[in-house]
DNA sequence: GCCCTTAAAGTCATGTCAACCCTAAGTAGC
DNA sequence: GCTACTTAGGGTTGACATGACTTTAAGGGC
């Protein structure tokens, strides 16, 4: 910023997004986040798993860039949307066996959340599917590093913040929250402790509602609480 | 990634560096955060503030390049480096009053904690200069909430990570250590149960030794665990 | 009407943290 | 040598959060 120059013709830059969406494991049938990759049409890692994004286009902000990217590959609108971090290893573009110098690319990496209960579009032909999120194929670039650290912030965000309501729909009941949790941090918890910290954290309004014809007591629905917390939001790390 | 192409040529990479760096208030002579400021010397907002950095040169990392420009403004090694977010606001280039559509910049911030015990160079001559952190003058571009984040960061960051060894010597007291976050955080902190949680949090090694010539009962010494937390970090946020 | 299920509230032991007090160990002044 | 002063360092207490667990409430299925 302080000294404007053109860019060395070698560095371009390009938004991704890690897109989280929770679903059944085809194995056990309990809740899992998945992630849509898209297969590379051309080198390098041609044929491999990636990321969905693409180069930033000029008039687009980076969020809207990011934006942009996952409605495209799965025709769905984020519920939660973050920058994750800005990935620009020089080496980060080149194959792993052939180090031809191809042109450097800077990522600025997003992560978002979305609810896929929507009926679950098949966007962009074949070159999109969903993978178990803790269960990829090698993918191309250092996108598994990428992943990884995705990962890591939505778990440990989701135990400060109020997050989950990105995998929810706008009234829910505290044992669908706590589901939530239980799916991403892949631990069970107790469902009366649970109870008594999220309603401690004030981020919850009673709708007033039950949810009814559940064949036991009829749980109250809540929802988040409106406001400034909402999707495109920065964080504090 | 996923789509390498040419960047538009509108659209620049910077990478910014906000410094922090302890000094004694002027006027009351506590212990404060300081940061220094480049002047512009062209347009837009010549003759302003701003952030020192400068354009990704294609062979540096992004850290290299934060570190590189921390040298270049400072004389000093980052005691601690970490990225801080990436601003790309279409509009964030352009100046206020006249909307002229100059280049479209993409910064990505680092920030940074310099020991400046060392003699204090002037580097860059008179066009680089050190500030109160908390009491600015206006800057150029987004540059006020830009340090307005990293201020936030390191503050939030100072409170359950141990990066208060970027502004101490290799072997300090606990007052010392105290005296750090106090001056951070302006507040001030009970002596006996910060030392609690200091030692508790299992980072701090005595090193065995005492500070002597002190007109009362001489303090410990102790050093930061060491491994693998150094600069250049990957943070938790 | 009985049993099953989950909701929702309560109990209790443990740990953490802030506020506060007390003793230890040095120097300075007399 | 003795006292006063200063900071180091440790201990106590009460408020509050947390985890494990128990008890009661409110529905439907049979």
């Known amino acids: 910023m302080t000294i404007e120059s053109a860019i060395d013709q070698r560095v371009s830059l390009a938004v991704s997004t890690v897109i989280f969406a929770l679903r059944p494991h085809p194995d056990s049938g309990l809740m899992t986040l998945w992630l849509p990759l898209v297969r590379r049409i051309r080198e390098p890692y041609e044929g491999q798993w990636a990321l969905p994004g693409g180069p930033l286009e000029s008039e687009d902000d980076l969020a809207s860039s990011a934006s942009h990217t996952l409605q495209r590959t799965t025709g769905l609108e984020p519920r939660y949307l973050e920058q994750l971090y800005a990935f620009g290893n020089p080496e980060r573009s080149h194959a792993l066996a052939d180090h031809q110098p191809s042109d450097r690319v800077v990522s600025i990496v997003y992560w978002a959340l979305v609810r896929p209960d929507e009926v679950a579009r098949?966007?962009?032909?074949?070159?999109?599917?969903?993978?178990?999120?803790?269960?990829?194929?090698?993918?191309?670039?250092?996108?598994?590093?990428?992943?990884?650290?995705?990962?890591?912030?939505?778990?440990?965000?989701?135990?400060?913040?109020?997050?989950?309501?990105?995998?929810?729909?706008?009234?829910?009941?505290?044992?669908?929250?706590?589901?939530v949790h239980e799916a991403v941090l892949r631990?069970?918890?107790?469902?009366?402790?649970?109870?008594?910290?999220?309603?401690?954290?004030?981020?919850?309004?009673?709708?007033?509602?039950?949810?009814?014809?559940?064949?036991?007591?009829?749980?109250?629905?809540?929802?988040?609480?409106?406001?400034?917390?909402?999707?495109?939001?920065?964080?504090?790390?």
């Open 122 to 179: 098949a966007v962009d032909g074949d070159n999109v599917e969903w993978f178990v999120a803790d269960d990829l194929p090698p993918l191309a670039f250092d996108h598994t590093e990428i992943v990884d650290y995705a990962l890591a912030r939505l778990r440990a965000k989701i135990t400060y913040t109020p997050i989950a309501h990105g995998f929810l729909p706008p009234e829910f009941t505290l044992t669908e929250l706590r589901e």
């Open 187 to 237: 631990t069970v918890l107790d469902p009366a402790n649970f109870r008594r910290q999220a309603l401690a954290s004030k981020t919850l309004i009673p709708t007033g509602n039950c949810l009814q014809g559940t064949s036991h007591r009829p749980p109250a629905l809540f929802r988040f609480e409106a406001g400034p917390p909402t999707s495109t939001t920065k964080e504090r790390r």
